[in-house]
């Protein structure tokens, strides 16, 4: 009778966390929030002597929680057979299980608490074979192991009400537990892999961080999967990989240029490869907003297209805090100028040709980003290469009109074409993106290869004369680009 009563109550509480029709913004909005509170406690707890540092609170305990929950969700859906987003919403739901730790480490421990991963074989094994917290031999807090084995407990309880099956209710509980141990290790893993050491440095953190992040985009794409193999779909198709790669190579030649002007500086490979993935993650959420606006979405879609634009864009701003502070910034001041140029009521697209100089600014930032993750201050990047990679790029994003010319038109966007008609204006974007080929190594002095520059900007203009397509463009242009890498890195430039 009272397994009855309280399998009825955890029906009822489900039900009505189901019925929640909060979107994924509510719910990564949440999770930082938790994040921040569990920090204040701890810092309270610890009677205002140890707060933790931002980067814990803003980059690492969102990434890790995020991981669990995410992985959760998709063994509740295994096992119940139920909508994922209705284990999501519940698993969410009861996030709040994070500030058990502090609390019960406080009361537990005092003012004086170390919260670690395993750092060895031994480690991992005494944890796992401790049942994480239950026996003697684990390097978990007392709040953690509580916190643990409550999500242990409530995931059984969930499956036990949904399906009536102690088999299932213990298959999805054994599930989590090895999910659990898998993430504890993710710190060793990385710190072996990289030959870091076997304690719990800041490096040691910065590289499971790292993995944490990589891990956090995979079960992203996983759960999109399981919701909605087409909306997957729809979105890898809408990538837009040759603009994409656009952002991705000014970050490299960043890089790159701050490796030739700072040879004595280590090649920070760990920071490019997060600034890349940041980079892209803010690019593919602008071009989602740009969609939306567009008006190139069905009704249906929008809020899903919404959530995936706020879903890329914590990923940049994540993974751009993990890389360094200033480039978060720079990052962020880009993310503005990308959401403006499509969100009413500014929606800098507008203003026609002279949205280009927008473009030619992001251009520039991004290029400014990959340089300063190398670069050891930002008082370091020559003031001529910013200029140069704005104008050049102002000039060169010419060329994207020539493909929304029918949709420019219709919404009055004063672009060249639309100006001077296709064909005029087919001419004169051809010959502007042609001499951005010679600004750079102008500008730049790099007269070796200013011969070069010019047979590519005439193949250009020749070329989107005939095929008319932006395609031509970018093809030029990376195969410049990584002539003009090659040059320099040479020292023939």
């Given at each position: ?15 009505r ?11 990564l ?9 569990k920090?204040?406690?701890g810092?309270f ?9 931002p ?10 929680y995020f ?10 859906r ?32 005092g003012i004086?608490?170390?919260?670690i991963?395993?750092?060895?074989i ?13 026996l ?14 409550s999500?242990?407990i409530?995931i ?6 949904k399906?009536?099956?102690l ?5 999805a509980s ?14 060793f ?6 030959s ?30 399981v ?18 790669m656009h ?10 240029f ?10 920070n ?29 069905k009704?249906?879609e ?12 914590c990923?940049?701003?994540v993974?751009?805090y ?5 480039f ?6 880009s ?5 403006l ?7 800098l ?18 290029f400014?980003?990959g ?9 370091k ?5 910013i ?13 994207k009109?020539?493909?929304d ?31 951005s ?5 102008f500008?730049?002095?790099?007269n070796?290869i200013?011969a070069i ?9 020749l ?18 680009l ?8 040479a020292?023939?430039?």
């Amino acid at each position: 009778m009272q397994a009855k009563i309280f399998s009825d109550f955890a029906g009822k509480v489900i039900s009505r966390i189901e019925a929640n029709h909060q979107g994924i913004t509510f719910w990564l909005g949440l999770l930082f929030f938790l994040c921040i509170v569990k920090a204040v406690v701890g810092w309270f707890a610890s009677r205002l002597m140890h707060l933790a540092p931002p980067f814990m609170f803003l980059v690492h305990w969102p990434l890790f929680y995020f991981n669990i929950f995410i992985s959760i969700a998709l063994i509740l859906r295994f096992f119940t057979g139920e909508k994922l987003q209705n284990t999501t919403k519940v698993v969410f739901a009861f996030s709040f299980l994070v500030l058990i730790i502090p609390i019960v480490d406080f009361f537990a421990y005092g003012i004086n608490v170390s919260r670690i991963y395993p750092m060895s074989i031994d480690e991992l094994l005494a944890e796992f074979f401790s049942f994480c917290g239950l026996l003697p031999g684990s390097v978990l807090t007392l709040g953690q192991g509580i916190t643990f084995w409550s999500a242990e407990i409530l995931i059984a309880i969930y499956v036990l009400t949904k399906t009536k099956s102690l088999r299932k209710a213990l298959g999805a509980s054994i599930s989590f537990y090895f999910v659990g141990a898998f993430f504890s290790a993710i710190p060793f893993f990385a710190a072996s892999i990289f030959s870091i050491g076997s304690t719990y440095t800041h490096a040691a953190m910065l590289i499971g961080t790292a993995f944490f992040l990589v891990l956090a985009f995979l079960l992203s794409a996983v759960w999109l999967f399981v919701y909605d193999k087409e909306l997957l779909k729809k979105l890898i198709a809408d990538v837009m990989l040759t603009r994409a790669m656009h952002y991705l190579g000014l970050a490299i030649m960043g890089w790159l240029f701050a490796v030739f002007l700072f040879p004595a500086e280590t090649m920070n490979l760990f920071g490019l490869f997060i600034a890349l993935f940041s980079v892209f993650c803010a690019f593919e959420s602008c071009l989602i907003c740009n969609k939306i606006y567009d008006n190139a979405l069905k009704k249906a879609e929008v809020k899903k297209y919404w959530d995936l634009c706020l879903a890329l864009l914590c990923f940049s701003l994540v993974s751009a805090y993990l890389a360094s502070e200033i480039f978060f910034v720079i990052v962020l001041i880009s993310l503005v100028f990308g959401l403006l140029y499509s969100l009413p009521p500014v929606r800098l697209k507008r203003l026609g040709f002279m949205n280009n100089a927008v473009i030619g600014l992001i251009s520039a930032l991004t290029f400014c980003s990959g340089f300063l993750v190398q670069a050891p201050s930002i008082e370091k990047i020559p003031l001529n290469l910013i200029a140069t990679v704005f104008l050049t790029f102002s000039l060169a994003a010419n060329v994207k009109d020539l493909k929304d010319y029918e949709q420019d038109k219709k919404e009055g966007i004063k672009t060249l074409p639309v100006l001077l008609g296709r064909e005029r204006g087919l001419k004169v974007a051809a010959l502007l993106t042609s001499v951005s080929f010679l600004i750079p190594p102008f500008i730049l002095g790099f007269n070796r290869i200013l011969a070069i520059a010019a047979v590519f900007g005439t193949a250009n203009y020749l070329l989107l004369r005939k095929i008319k397509e932006e395609k031509v463009t970018f093809l030029l242009y990376y195969a410049f680009l990584v002539l003009f890498a090659a040059a320099m890195l040479a020292g023939f430039a």
